[in-house]
């Protein structure tokens, strides 16, 4: 007490001294408060900005003070905080403002000349904001600035000649405004500029201003988006220190002049796609280029290697997709050393793709469709480790594909169709991140390559209109394909129905030999082999039974140990560790775990519902111990679990363990589980329980991942793991079992077949079997599925019509008015703009690319958004009760 008053003086004393000797910064605070009393503050974000305040106004919200003395503003950065109101000229006070940020707020006024008056004034962003008015010639007052950004606002009218003299602007941006008219020539003096940003005008008709090729310390010069139109300025190649430019989706006409690529010595993207361009690129681009010869240890070949002095070493990405170019192709660019990104397609490019595609070793895209390229597939380009994509489609390749050319280990999308390409397919085996196959229209022959069906995450496979011979391997089904045309082959015998359920029929037609359930012919050996083979139905049910058996084995693997340990219980060989006062031994739980008290048992081990001697119900997973986890080790991971408190998390009361198991007392729920009423005859759950359970799981799931430390992933969401209490909130339950029985029993469990084969699993755990968020979000999805259509993830009747839940919506989504068919039928029509929402983040968090999946606060925010929209009124019942039936 008396030593806090003795601070208190202290901190009084430092203040009135500090008053005292520094009355110019009693003035610049007086100038923030000033300066603050125009502006709107909604969010009260300044209220550190005050003249009680404790803190030191150079502490306060956005505010950072030179280090010289006394200690005076140098910089204001208030962005993004939804201001508003009036930027007061009083800033100007501030001797030693160099730098003002207001950029992401909601100021609406023109732009604010006054700020000329601020004598130390460096650096203005306005961007994004509601500036609006036309660009006054007064402009010419802010002389001294060296950053101008007034990027995304409505800035209106011409360029005026008088910005030309803001001689000391090394960045300039405009961008996404609505400037109009014609730029004028007014670059001439800007020999300090850097930055020059005019893009997204769409009212900008001008040519490109001749004198911008003065700018000989020009580094980005960023034009596209807006109207300019007319040729290409020869004068460009004068940016000798240019590194990005970017002209696209304007209206250029002409050609590229010869040499401006090979001028740019430090060009590290080149983009004027989307324009009206025309003509050719120079034999000499990139010059430098020597011929040598080159042998690889499967054949040899001459190929086009660059001199490693040559020009454009920088290059990264090469864009002039969509224009009217024709000739060659500067084959130079596919073996530049940093080369990313090539696209050329639909031109009139002629040319091949060299050899030496192999010394490109950064190359992750090309796209060079719809052009007149012609030679084979080389089989360089299956050296090429970082290629992603590669697209070719429309042109004239031909000749056999190379046995290795998708041996990328991240090639995700080939698309080869509409080609001259023959010969066998080659089996497909290194690249286990292929989603998308297309090699339509060509004349492959031979039979489908078997080995597309161990690739996890095909999704898109295209093989129309070839000659392919043999059957349709029946390990496609596996597959969670989305698309799958064979049509116009010469394939033939059993179709699997599950393989193309849901699919359009067209995508078989064209193959009169194939036979099978929906076709025009029924296979002879349908009869006799009815039972044994119909197809993925049969395998699934096989799994699920095996599934089912395994269970079985371990329920009575269980039984076994459990006599045991009551034998053994005298031995004292169990250890508890209680975080809530349970007022039970181990010896009530064994006694309390039978067969009468499990109520289920899911892959880690059986669940039991035991009573407590108090009357209260827990519930209790019994885990074999795999691992050698110490007791101590298994203590510690059990505490970590338990001290998570969340509502949709259930609690961790305490565990036991002996030698052989660990016994998870968990509180116990009397809702039982999503997944239980899921599965119920009549599953009718009023759509706004059901988003409120969604959102409840994922704000659990949100709470693991990143507010928990340390952070977790769940690892085995299902709606069988989802509890629900009275009010169905939704409590997340058997979450982290990997951290108990350790990371190589986890996986090994995992990996049986039974549970590898779960669609709640994502597809990527086939080649990567690292825990991440991702797979928890993928879950997360399905469960969301599961809510969306009010149906089972896995179907466990044998109808034919059973596909996972991923498969079957994909499918039918992707068919004129697919959307409303996979809606749940029970639930009113005025709930399905809302239901629509939540199956768009649901595939959302099932896409196949786990880079693409949203992170679970995305989710959580995108749920909630779809919260308390019309169809909430439908919860209340005729008399105003709230029903929970639709
Ligand atoms: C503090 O600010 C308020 C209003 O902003 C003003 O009325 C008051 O006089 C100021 N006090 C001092 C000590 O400057
Ligand atoms: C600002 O806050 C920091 C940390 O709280 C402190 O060390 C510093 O002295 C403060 N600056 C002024 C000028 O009060
Ligand atoms: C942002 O400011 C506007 C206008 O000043 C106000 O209407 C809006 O509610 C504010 N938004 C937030 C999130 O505070
Ligand atoms: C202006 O602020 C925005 C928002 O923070 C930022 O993205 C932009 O880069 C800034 N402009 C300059 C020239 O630094
Ligand atoms: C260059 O700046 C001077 C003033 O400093 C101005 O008179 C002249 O017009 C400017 N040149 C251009 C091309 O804008
Ligand atoms: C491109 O220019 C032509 C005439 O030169 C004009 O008709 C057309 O509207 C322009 N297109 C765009 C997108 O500006
Ligand atoms: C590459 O080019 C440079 C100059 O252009 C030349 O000196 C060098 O000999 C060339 N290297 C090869 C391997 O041809
Ligand atoms: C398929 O093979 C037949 C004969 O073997 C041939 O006539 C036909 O042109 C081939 N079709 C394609 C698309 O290559
Ligand atoms: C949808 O199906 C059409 C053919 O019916 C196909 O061209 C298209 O690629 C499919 N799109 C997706 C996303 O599956």
Known sequence: MSTFCIYLFFLSLTFSIFNLTSSSSSQELQTLLSFKSTIQDTKNTLSTWSNTSQTHFCNWTGISCSSSSPLSVASVNLQSLNLSGDISSSICDLPNLFDLNLANNVFNQPIPLHLSQCSSLKSLNLSNNLIWGTIPSQISLFVSLSVLDLSRNHIEGNVPDTLGSLKNLQVLNMANNLLSGDVPKVFANFTKLEILDLSENPYLVSEIPEDIGQLGNLKQLFLQSSSFQGEIPESLKGLISLSYLDLSQNNLTGEVPKTLVSSLKNLVSFDVSQNKLKGSFPNGLCSGKVL?????????????????????????????????????????????????????????????????????????????????????????????????????????????????????????????????????????????????????????????????????????????????????????????????????????????????????????????????????????????????????????????????????????????????????????????????PLRITEHDLVIGMNEKSSIGNGVFGNVYVVSLPSGDLVSVKKLVKFGNQSSKSLKVEVKTLAKIRHKNIVKILGFCHSDESVFLIYEYLHGGSLGDLISSQNFELHWGV?????????????????????????????????????????????????????????????????????????????????????????????????????????????????????????????????????????????????????????????????????????????????????????????????????
């Not at 060659?328 to 050329?344: E, N, Q, T």
């Not at 699920?544 to 005298?570: D, H, M, P, Q, W």
């Not at 509890?723 to 339950?733: G, I, R, S």
């Not at 690319?849 to 909430?872: A, F, H, I, Y």
Request: aromatic share 8%; net charge neutral; with cysteine.
């Open 292 to 580: 040598i010869n080159l042998s690889l240890h499967t054949n040899s070949f001459t190929g086009l290697i660059p001199n490693t002095t040559s020009e454009c070493k920088s290059l990264e990405r090469f864009q002039v997709q969509n224009n009217g170019f024709s000739g060659d192709f500067p084959v130079v660019l596919f073996s530049l050393p940093k080369i990313k990104l090539i696209r050329g397609e639909n031109n009139r490019f002629t040319g091949q793709i060299p050899e030496s595609i192999l010394e490109a070793v950064q190359l992750e895209q090309v796209q060079l469709d719809n052009n007149l390229f012609d030679g084979k597939i080389p089989l360089g380009l299956g050296f090429v480790k970082s290629l992603y994509r590669f697209s070719a489609s429309l042109n004239h390749f031909y000749g056999e594909l190379p046995p290795n050319f998708c041996d990328s280990p991240v090639m995700s999308i080939v698309n080869l169709s509409h080609n001259s390409l023959s010969g066998h397919i080659p089996q497909l085996k290194k690249c286990r991140k292929l989603v998308s196959l297309s090699l339509a229209d060509n004349s492959f022959t031979g039979e489908i390559p078997s080995s597309l069906a161990e690739l996890p995450v095909l999704t898109y496979l295209d093989l129309s209109d070839n000659n392919l011979t043999g059957s349709i391997p029946l390990g496609l089904q596996n597959l969670k394909l989305a698309l799958f045309n064979v049509s116009f082959n010469q394939l033939s015998g059993k179709v699997p129905y599950s393989l193309i359920s849901g699919l359009p029929a067209s995508f078989l037609e064209g193959n009169p030999s194939l036979c099978g359930p929906g076709l025009p012919n029924s296979c002879s050996d349908d009869k006799p082999r009815h039972h044994s083979a119909s197809g993925l139905t049969t395998l699934t049910c096989a799994l699920i039974s095996l599934a089912f058996v395994a269970g079985t084995a371990l329920v009575a693997g269980g039984f076994i140990l459990y006599r045991r340990s009551c034998k053994e219980n005298e031995a004292a060989v169990w250890r508890s560790v209680f975080f809530y």
């Open 690 to 886: 059901r988003l409120r359970i969604a959102i409840g799981v994922a704000q659990g799931l949100a709470y693991l991942h990143k507010d928990y430390v340390p952070h977790l992933v769940h690892r085995n969401v299902k709606s069988k793991n989802i509890l629900l209490d009275v009010n169905f909130e939704p409590k997340l339950t058997h979450f982290a079992l990997d951290r108990i029985v350790g990371e190589p029993a986890f996986q090994s469990t995992l990996d049986s077949e039974a549970a590898s084969s779960s669609c709640y699993i994502a597809p990527e755990y086939g080649y990567n079997k690292k825990a991440s968020e991702q797979l928890d979000v993928y879950s997360f999805g399905v469960v969301l599925l599961e809510l969306v259509c009010g149906r089972q993830a896995e179907q466990t009747d044998s109808s034919e019509s059973s596909l996972d839940i991923v498969k079957w919506v994909r499918r039918k989504v992707n068919i004129t008015n697919g959307v409303h068919q996979v809606l749940d039928s029970k639930i009113s029509q005025t709930c399905h703009q809302e239901m629509v929402g939540a199956l768009d983040i649901a595939l959302r968090c099932t896409s196949v690319v786990p880079e693409k999946r949203p992170s679970m606060l995305d989710v959580v925010r995108g749920l909630q958004s779809l919260e308390s929209r019309t169809c909430v009124a439908n919860l209340q019942g005729p008399n105003g009760e709230p029903s929970i039936a639709v």
